[in-house]
Nanobody
Framework: QVQLVESGGGLVQPGGSLRLSCTLT????????IGWFRQAPGKEREVVAA????????GYADSVRGRVTISRDNAKNTVYLQMNNLEPEDTAVYYC??????????????????WGQGTQVTVSS
């Protein structure tokens, strides 16, 4: 059974940085495309970034492009989300998701089969 566990969230001041991690167990990690999503109170879940199973193809939401970097280490079964220059608007619960795909970075939440429980990111002074 596939399990996804996020870590690395917390409280950070505006302009600060965080690195989130998402570890997948239960299946062969390198078969999965991975996405990061977030949901703020009262708002719909939105994509942040996604990475293909090989790491070659990557996508970012316009709202975070240039401030966020997604990467993966298939040897560690882990995807990372490096977030810099954080803004209060980035405050949300961040989720990672997984789906078996060939070469694409999957940007739509509805296409994902497995989800983690989420990690809270709060940007506040």
């Amino acid at each position: 059974q596939v399990q996804l566990v996020e870590s690395g969230g917390g409280l950070v001041q505006p302009g600060g940085s965080l690195r989130l991690s998402c570890t997948l167990t239960g299946r062969t990690f390198s078969n999965f495309a991975i996405g990061w999503f977030r949901q703020a109170p009262g708002k719909e879940r939105e994509v942040v970034a996604a990475i293909s199973k090989s790491g070659v193809n990557i996508g970012y939401a316009d709202s975070v492009r240039g401030r966020v970097t997604i990467s993966r280490d298939n040897a560690k079964n882990t995807v990372y989300l490096q977030m810099n220059n954080l803004e209060p608007e980035d405050t949300a619960v961040y989720y990672c998701a997984a789906v078996v795909r060939t070469v694409v970075a999957v940007m739509k939440a509805a296409e994902y089969d497995f989800w983690g429980q989420g990690t809270q990111v709060t940007v506040s002074s």
